[in-house]
DNA sequence: GCTATTATTCAGCGATTGTTAAATTTGGCG
DNA sequence: CGCCAAATTTAACAATCGCTGAATAATAGC
């Protein structure tokens, strides 16, 4: 066969490509495909408002695709949540620790900002799956189900980040923080969800795609709010 | 036909109550019924997640019934929505006006609280109802579909919370304050929305069940980090 | 080039989905 | 008592759901 031939017969077959393609040919072939197709579609309507028939129809591939390579459609969305949960973990435990080793007294906003750049920058400059999968994130977080998944794989995360806080407020206590969290975290994916909210509140004065606007407030915002919080529970004698 | 014969008539049918009941008997009969299950199970698992026949079995009825009150399963979701967003909506514009005219200076606290603490308090003495309610709201207002509803019901409140921000920090571009409320809002539902997840992370030490704790916690968070935005933005002189 | 293995499609299964037309029961009213 | 309208149930419809066994095509290694 020449080259010719494998370019004509790859044009004129309708469904393209029976067969087994190369094994490490990651992301162009199909089980890359369906999970970029689930992430996008995962992230507009959730779990249970997605077929397994339209994540198929997306990908350009049958069905059955994805029970041979995810068992079920749990195992789908699974698949989905754990491609992005793995190196955005690592790339934000490397920007924690890189912190803390990179200056000499850290602050509340310093370790805000180290927890929250990662996303922001692989919002903004990775690959555009990054926005379906923050959204899809957002969405799961305040779903009552959700939450086996999001600990299992963020909570190493928060952990540094607030081990690193008390360090920035010496004796503030770990309740504070927890909380202190709690509140970041709602405003943070939020924030990421994509869901533009303040775009048509503000009626255009704010674009919830100006992440860099966000970045910046959200790190003013949650600092001070962090301080604020813990002076006023020390104040009135509670901490 | 005796008192007996209908009591008896009662306690022998199966499946009971066909026919028609009173008219204005609200709650109790299968509309109210229908609506309540619903709110639970939609905030459980979502709009989609849910099926016409498990909401009309948790109700006690048939499932026709949900078509004959409400069209279809979107109708359904609105009505739920609605019954509660109306008076949620009307009793938070009222507090928010009561501050106003009960206070000489307005503060940024005072503004936030007047806007949070309906819903805090509902969720902690209203019926239970309540509770499911903010899980549902806080679900979708994380999705991308849920936006039309939720700027249908709610900007308005946002608008008035918003308008006395401004008379709390004379000069505050109107710019930081939508960036301020969205913070703000994120914070709030994720802590409305019963999901426990400061209650593992902190391995109990937090307990998002207990919402004065949050409420406490929320406004001074909530209004120091408003404050701190608001002067990071103008010594940047951004604003 | 043969063969084993892997990737993919095909065709369909039983169960469940949202929805509806029609029958039936009930309460209110004269 | 009998009638009317409202509320409820019955019984089903076509479409779609998640999922699977078997056939088939492409590749890798020999």
Redesign the pocket.
């Known amino acids: 066969m020449t080259k010719l031939d494998h370019k004509a017969l790859a044009k004129s077959?309708k469904?393209p490509?029976?067969?087994?393609?190369?094994?490490s040919d990651e992301g162009v072939?199909?089980?890359g495909r369906l999970l970029d197709a689930a992430e996008s579609l995962f992230a507009e309507r959730g779990f249970y408002g997605?077929?397994?028939?339209?994540v198929a129809d997306a990908a350009g591939?049958?069905?059955?695709?994805i029970?041979?390579?995810f068992e079920?459609?749990?195992g789908l969305f699974d698949g989905v949540f754990e491609r992005r949960a793995r190196p955005l973990v690592s790339v934000r435990r490397d920007s924690l620790r890189a912190y803390v080793e990179g200056t000499g007294a850290v602050t509340v906003e310093g370790a805000v900002a180290a927890f929250i750049n990662p996303m922001i920058d692989l919002s903004l400059h990775g690959d555009p799956g990054w926005k379906s999968y923050f959204a899809l994130v957002a969405q799961i977080d305040n779903t009552p189900w959700g939450g086996e998944i999001i600990h299992r794989f963020f909570d190493d995360n928060v952990h540094e980040l607030i081990d690193i806080l008390q360090r920035a407020v010496p004796g503030s206590p770990k309740k504070e923080l927890y909380w202190a969290y709690n509140f970041l975290a709602g405003s943070m994916m939020l924030a990421l969800s994509g869901t533009e909210r303040v775009d048509r509140l503000s009626e255009g004065l704010c674009r919830a795609k100006d992440l860099e606007s966000a970045r910046r407030r959200l790190l003013s915002y949650c600092a001070g709010g962090f301080v604020a919080m813990i002076t006023a529970e020390r104040l009135s004698g509670r901490a």
């Open positions: 077959r469904k490509g029976r067969g087994r393609p190369k094994q072939k199909a089980r997605v077929t397994t028939r339209q591939v049958d069905v059955a695709l029970y041979y390579h079920n459609k749990s």
